[in-house]
Nanobody, 121 residues
Framework: QVQLVESGGGLVQAGGSLRLSCAASGSIFRIPVMGWYRQAPGKQRELVAR???????NYVDSVEGRFTISRDNAKNTVYLQMNSLKPEDTAVYYC???????????????WGQGTQVTVSS
């Protein structure tokens, strides 16, 4: 089995910073892509940032220049450093990983349980 465990959410004032972490564990051969999504109340889940195993990353326009995604391949862990937070960043943040469990297998998407980020004005 594979499990994604997130940590680092919380309450912060506008302009503040938070760092989210997500560690994947279990039967894992390789994780080609890891990312973060978020879902605000009444809105659809959206991609925030994603990063490949080689380190290439992309961001949704609204967080470009404020958020930084990184990963530690040895630890199967992805991070999201969030700076200059705004009230509109308030959401539940979900970790996502496309995981290969064997060399010959196909990648399967796994999700974390979600962590609440609340930014007060």
């Amino acid at each position: 089995q594979v499990q994604l465990v997130e940590s680092g959410g919380g309450l912060v004032q506008a302009g503040g910073s938070l760092r989210l972490s997500c560690a994947a564990s279990g039967s894992i051969f390789r994780i080609p892509v890891m990312g973060w999504y978020r879902q605000a109340p009444g809105k659809q889940r959206e991609l925030v940032a994603r990063i490949t195993i080689g380190g290439s990353s992309n961001y949704v326009d609204s967080v470009e220049g404020r958020f930084t995604i990184s990963r530690d391949n040895a630890k199967n862990t992805v991070y999201l450093q969030m700076n200059s937070l705004k009230p509109e960043d308030t959401a539940v943040y979900y970790c996502n990983a496309n995981i290969l469990r064997t060399y010959y297998g196909t990648a399967t998407a796994y999700w974390g349980q979600g962590t609440q980020v609340t930014v007060s004005s």
